[in-house]
């Protein structure tokens, strides 16, 4: 069983508890991020404990623990569980308020997984997606409010579809988990500019696909990327995994495209060289 | 301290705990509902019921509990905690998801708090309100998402305000935890027909204001609730609670209106009558 964090405690998942009187549970009033680590390595943490934060702030959640204390507890965990390939995910809650509505001292739990990546099969075929009109609120926070997303599976599966790209308006935005890039058939890299979660992923893909291709981020609309030569998601998770249809439309050739695979390699060899930077510091 | 319920056992409210896994921590994915206790016998109890196992239906939270045992849970609680005047709150979480996003076997989770309603001072004097554009998702389900309600705490004491009344496209939908009425300058009695939560308190004031006066549920529009007569909110915890001001705009008189105070004269009438017909059965 793998060890968990509460609030200074390392104990085994299933002793790792909040009182019910947690804003999370009453009111749905949390952040989080998720990590992964390679080898044993935190992949890009810098970022990933950036962003969180950043969520933290923008909820107003306080006080904060150092940055330097959350990665002294993220090393000691993955020194715990020794997993190798692991997500992460660090949980930063509204704490136990006396009238379960104004946020309070923060409850901070960390919890560690087992995680695979997409297999490169999975990559060349790609994915079926569905859209849905709905727009995160307080799209710029890492919230843990997946209402939408979660109540969305069952529709998800009957459409036989893996997932579910959201608009509004007419303006696409992102997937329940994931950002969105299309790339336009005469070869530019685009990606919504507005009502989206910065993505970790997302902003290393647009760093490197900016030196071979020409990168738009701006505001995209449903019908324009059902038109677009080759669709993909980018998430911690996924890295970057195409999707050959949207709805009823076959995007480009119905597999993954030409500059989507491009990017992986390029992403898979950032991913690499920012480990390589990294083996040695970290010893058990 | 409190007794509380989680899965079948009654324990002292910080002991009451759920696994940091639970859906309603890794997602926001739960619903609730609350009621109130009078001479420690649960007001309208059926409606609530009712209303809870409706969410949990809409959401696909499975399997349920009978009603049966619902009902015994709450008169234990009660006996238990013995406060005379409380609110009882239900939770339903989406439950110990493995991979953290589908909902398997719920959670079960009942807490008891005491409750003191709204002071005939309080009720005079009214409230201020700010407006904001949203409008809840799902709204037909008491979910546990108030990332927006919470979020806008400090938004609502920045304008010296109370509550915040939500509106989209120029359509009045609810406050965060109340539903909305206006009584227009003619005496008819108005609520918004859609994009609500349908509150308990809601339909029994439908129920005695159709026997006074003229009632319309329809769509209200921001710009005609400001020039209504009297607006009020009804809830389980204020029952009815005039609404004086929204933004910078007095409504009527500034204070509580006639018709509003005649309608919490009749919902008290209701309440009583409720509880007298009750007072028999339930003995400690």
Known sequence: ????????????????????????????????????????????????????????????LEPLPLKSELRAIIYSLIQKNKLGESGIKIILTGGYSPESYEPVSPNLVLLQQPLVTPSADRFRQGI??????????????????????????DKVRAADAQ?????????????????????????????????????ITRKKLLEIAALKFE???????????????????????????????IDETVIGHGRAGDITTQLLADFLQLEESYLRARKVPVEF
């Open 1 to 60: 069983m793998m060890i968990s964090y509460v609030n200074g405690q390392f104990l085994p998942e299933d002793q790792a508890t909040l009182q019910v009187g947690d804003l999370s549970i009453q009111r749905g009033y949390a952040i989080f991020d998720y990590f992964r680590t390679v080898d044993n390595i935190p992949l890009f943490l810098d970022d990933y404990i950036d962003r969180f934060f950043g969520s933290a702030a923008l909820m107003r």
């Open 128 to 153: 079926k997606v569905i859209s849905h009109e709905y727009r995160r609120e307080l799209s710029s926070v890492k919230s843990i409010n997946y209402l939408m997303g979660v109540w969305l599976q």
């Open 163 to 199: 997932d579910v790209l959201y608009y509004r308006d007419g303006e696409v935005s992102e997937f329940p988990r994931a950002n969105v890039f299309m790339v336009a058939k005469d070869g530019k890299v685009i990606t919504p500019s507005d009502h989206i979660l910065g993505g």
């Open 215 to 245: 990168v738009e981020v701006r505001p995209v609309h449903i019908e324009e990327i059902k038109t677009a030569a080759e669709v993909f998601m980018t998430s911690t998770t996924k890295r970057l995994l195409p999707v050959t249809r």
